[in-house]
Structures are given as structure tokens and as C-alpha cells.
């Protein structure tokens, strides 16, 4: 079992929808389209970017392999995954209620 050594804390964009992305387990290709799909079409991340954030991600237990067919690799998101994933959108959604404050503000007080 590998040692998980994300400590938690703000994830990057990146992290957070890659871990969104592999809810369903995915490989590079796929994966880089389904980061499309869950963030409307606004990320678009290259393959540079996702296999750096796929090792980092898999080095810290949030992710692991499911399959490797030749090159083709296909992750999956793990429990520990999963949970960091939950805290960062609670606290995303913190972050909303938080900025709930600017509502009905002009910008000019």
C-alpha cells in the first residue's frame, strides 16, 4: 500500500479537476477531454500539465493506476482521492458563502 503524503490544504485548478475527471477512471487522452467536459469547456489542459499533475497527484496516494495496457495508462481517483477532493469543495463552497458579502454591493463602498 502506498503512502499517502498529500497534507491537504487549497488544491491547484488543476488538481481539483483532475480528481473530478477520474470519479470515472480514465487515460491521458480521455482524461484530458472529460477536464473539458466538467469545466464547461473554460480548462483545457495540455499533456504536459496533466502528466505532471498525474505523477505529483499519484506520488501523494490521491490517485493510482487502474490498468496499464502498454503506454496507455488509465488512473482512477483513490478513498484518500475521493476524501481530499470532498474537503476542497467544502471548502471552495466556504469560500462562496464567504463572498456572499459582495452581493447587492456596487464595488464603491
Do not use: C, W
Amino acid at each position: 500500500m502506498r503512502k499517502v503524503t498529500y497534507k491537504g490544504g487549497p488544491m491547484t485548478e488543476a488538481m481539483y479537476y483532475v480528481l473530478l475527471a477520474l470519479l470515472q477512471p480514465n487515460h491521458g487522452y480521455q482524461l484530458m477531454q472529460a477536464i473539458a467536459d466538467v469545466s464547461r469547456g473554460r480548462l483545457q489542459m495540455g499533456p504536459g500539465t496533466l502528466y505532471g499533475v498525474l505523477s505529483r497527484m499519484q506520488k501523494d496516494g490521491l490517485i493510482s493506476l487502474a490498468e496499464e495496457d502498454g503506454r496507455r495508462k488509465t488512473y482512477q481517483i483513490t478513498a484518500a482521492g475521493e476524501q481530499a477532493l470532498r474537503a476542497e469543495y467544502n471548502r471552495l463552497q466556504s469560500l462562496l458563502r464567504d463572498g456572499s458579502l459582495l452581493e447587492g454591493s456596487d464595488g464603491n463602498e
